[in-house]
Each structure stands twice: as C-alpha cells, then as structure tokens.
C-alpha cells in the first residue's frame, strides 16, 4: 500500500513559479514510475509529467516542456513538479500518482492517487 500527500500548490501571477511536493509512505517507493496530472472541473484529468523510478527517464506533455520539471528523491520518498513560468491555462488541481506498473502511470490508471492540490494562476 501506498500513500501520497501533495502541498506547495497556491495562487500565483502569470510567470511565476510554484514547486509541488508529494511526500510517499511505504517502502516500495523508490522503485515505482511517479507522475503529476491535472484536472479542470468538468474536464478530464490531464496527464502532466512523470519520472521513472531511477529519475533517468522523464515525460511530459507538449505544453509544460520547458517550463515544469519533474524530479525525485528517494532517499525522501518525495517526488516534485517545479513550474516555472505558469499560465493561466495552468490553473488546476494537481495530483501526484504511483503505480508499480510504469504504463499505468503514463496512461493515468494508477492505482495510487494524492488528494490534491489547487494551483491558481491569475493573468
């Protein structure tokens, strides 16, 4: 079993920058694919980034390339989206996700989800 918890969201001005945390319990951390995604109500959640167990490998969609980076520390148990430069077409509430299956971290059928955090961006 694993358990997420996310924080660092909040209310920013268009350009700037937030780092999200997701602090995991259980031991099995380390060795599963993380993700972030993102939900808009009354649109579907959106997958965002995700980071291979290792931190070798990274995904991320078109639109935050350049601008979020995702990363992790193991030895935390804790995974992080940094979002630089944000806009109003960010504004969302992020989740952070595991799975001991990588595919289903990419495709957004984890099994294990966070709770969420609001990020809101003003123009």
């Known amino acids: 079993q694993v358990q997420l918890e996310e924080s660092g969201g909040g209310s920013v001005q268009a350009g700037g920058s937030l780092r999200l945390s997701c602090a995991a319990s259980?031991?099995?951390?380390?060795?599963?694919?993380m993700g972030w995604f993102r939900q808009v109500p009354g649109k579907e959640r959106q997958f965002v980034a995700a980071?291979?167990?290792?931190?070798?490998?990274?995904y991320y969609i078109e639109s935050v390339k350049g601008r979020f980076t995702i990363s992790r520390d193991n030895a935390k148990n804790t995974a992080y989206l940094q979002m630089n430069g944000l806009k109003p077409e960010d504004t969302a509430v992020y989740y952070c996700a595991t799975d001991s299956r990588h595919d289903k971290v990419i495709t957004g059928t984890c099994d294990y989800w966070g709770q969420g955090t609001q990020v809101t961006v003003s123009s």
């Open positions: 980071i291979s167990w290792s931190g070798s490998n990274t």
């Open positions: 259980g031991r099995t951390f380390s060795s599963y694919t």
